[in-house]
């Protein structure tokens, strides 16, 4: 199974920071890596799909970023509405995988 | 724009077969693959299998063979069957469409396993 290992677990940050998440894939996932958030008491929303390509209607302050098998998510000015949790998921090959979970909080 | 709707028992007992079904709405089964993920409490999401609308399907093996996914098209629903549950299988479960990537997801259902 490919493994996809998630960091950091938790960040604290304030609006307007800067945030990056990363996720590295125990082997090759080509560009079959996507960004998901989820916010308390409701289901993931796709935010990046193919490492890099930003869901119609995310807005731009979102990005992901490949090099190699680590990924990065990065948000460009931390929102009040962005606080939430991310996972990254594997789906080059089955089993699909998904990250631990970043858990950004208010700082 | 395609929605998804989990039903099912909201309790199970150990030993037993959990059974959901996802409604969708807005748009057709066919021609899309449909994914089953799964959470914990307090925990991560877990893939467990999907279904293309032709009928194949494939799991997460670390569920063996307890998967069971299908799906009506006719009905325009899939499903999930897992058989031989125990509380580790108490989880919030949810549909989602897609494969490479799960552009669209269900609200969740929450199944717990407890006699």
């Known amino acids: 199974d490919i493994q996809v290992t998630q960091s950091p677990s938790s960040l604290f940050a304030s609006v307007g920071d800067r945030v990056s998440i990363s996720c590295r894939a125990s082997?090759?996932?080509?560009?079959?890596l996507n960004w998901y958030q989820q916010k308390p008491g409701t289901a993931p929303k796709l935010l990046i799909f193919?490492?890099?390509n930003l869901k119609s209607g995310v807005p731009s302050r979102f990005s992901g970023s490949r090099s190699g098998t680590d990924f990065t998510l990065t948000i460009s000015g931390l929102q009040p509405e962005d606080f939430a949790t991310f996972y990254c998921?594997?789906?080059?090959?089955?089993?699909?995988?998904f990250g631990q979970g970043t858990k950004v909080q208010i700082k | 724009q395609v929605q998804l709707q989990e039903s099912g028992p909201g309790l199970v007992k150990p030993s037993e077969t959990l059974s959901l079904t996802c409604s969708v709405s807005?748009?057709?089964?066919?021609?899309?693959?449909w994914t089953w993920v799964r959470q914990p409490p307090g925990k991560g999401l877990e893939w467990i299998g999907y279904?293309?609308?032709?009928?194949?399907?494939n799991h997460n093996p670390s569920l063996k063979s307890r998967v069971t996914v299908s799906v009506d098209t006719s009905k325009n629903q899939f499903s999930l069957n897992l058989t031989s549950v125990t509380a580790a299988d108490t989880a919030v479960y949810y549909c989602?469409?897609?494969?490479?990537?799960?552009?669209?997801w269900g609200s969740g259902t929450t199944v717990t396993v407890s006699s």
């Open positions: 989602a469409k897609g494969l490479d990537y799960l552009a669209v």
């Open positions: 807005g748009g057709s089964l066919t021609n899309y693959y």
């Open positions: 279904i293309y609308y032709s009928g194949a399907t």
């Open positions: 082997q090759s996932v080509n560009y079959y």
């Open positions: 193919f490492a890099s």
């Open positions: 998921e594997q789906t080059y090959s089955i089993p699909h995988n």
